[in-house]
């Protein structure tokens, strides 16, 4: 299994509070990523990153910001959470990010609540 | 941008039963992976198979890319097997960092 782990996996919020949701990989990848899984809308990515402080938005963006300080840390943050962003968040890596070769693994997930 | 539909939508099977999950992209599509999501939320890699044919034990998975589809065979399912396969791709020409689009799944409930 790909060593891909993500903290919290549970928390439950207030509307307006900030939130830090961290993914830590030990597989060295160039490429990670977060997307949020919700009912009726699949899999769809937030942000992501190609390298140390090089990140870029994904298609649902608004509301979120992204860190990558080190290789092995992504973190990603609500600055104040809303009850629409009660989701699960799942964090991903590639060692590339489109070709040749571009197999993502995905890690455990954070599952988000936002009262 | 493409767009990934799967089929079935829901299937239910009893134990030892085989079947075919279903894949199609509108256009051409790079990186093709199947997953399954367990019952406990994991995201599992199956196959990565952007064309040709792979195996792995009761699962095998076929890409035909010219004809944008992708299958995935379950020979002799077990309840372990419960859950919802996705597939995903990326879009070779909008690629937002190798960003995978999913198909809405196919959720599998295998009965004993």
């Known amino acids: 299994d790909a060593g891909i782990t993500q903290s919290p996996r549970h928390k439950v919020t207030e509307t307006g509070t900030p939130v830090t949701l961290r993914c830590h990989q030990t597989e060295n990848h160039r490429y990670m990523y977060w997307y949020r899984q919700d009912p009726g809308h699949g899999l769809r990515l937030i942000h992501y990153?190609?390298?140390?402080?090089?990140?870029d938005k994904g298609e649902v963006s608004d509301g979120y910001s992204v860190s990558r300080s080190k290789t092995e840390d992504f973190l990603l943050t609500l600055e104040s959470a809303t009850s629409s962003q009660t989701s699960v968040y799942f964090c991903?890596?590639?060692?590339?990010?489109?070709?040749?070769?571009?197999?993502?693994?995905f890690g455990p997930g954070t599952r988000l609540t936002v009262l | 941008g493409i767009q990934v539909e799967q089929s079935p939508p829901d299937l239910i099977l009893q134990e030892g039963a085989n079947s075919t999950l279903r894949c199609n992209f509108s256009?051409?599509?790079?990186?093709l992976q199947w997953f399954h999501q367990n019952p406990w939320g994991q995201l599992i890699n199956l196959f990565y198979?952007?064309?040709g044919t792979k195996q792995n034990g009761r699962l095998s998975a076929t890409t035909v890319a010219t004809e944008r589809y992708s299958l995935l065979y379950i020979s002799s399912s077990q309840t372990t097997d419960s859950g919802v396969y996705f597939c995903?791709?990326?879009?070779?020409?909008?690629?937002?960092?190798?960003?995978?689009?999913f198909g809405q799944g196919t959720e599998l409930s295998v009965k004993p």
């Open positions: 990153s190609y390298g140390v402080k090089d990140t």
């Open positions: 198979i952007p064309s």
């Open positions: 256009d051409s599509v790079n990186n």
């Open positions: 991903a890596i590639s060692e590339s990010g489109q070709v040749p070769y571009n197999e993502q693994f």
């Open positions: 995903a791709a990326t879009d070779p020409f909008y690629n937002q960092g190798g960003k995978l689009i």
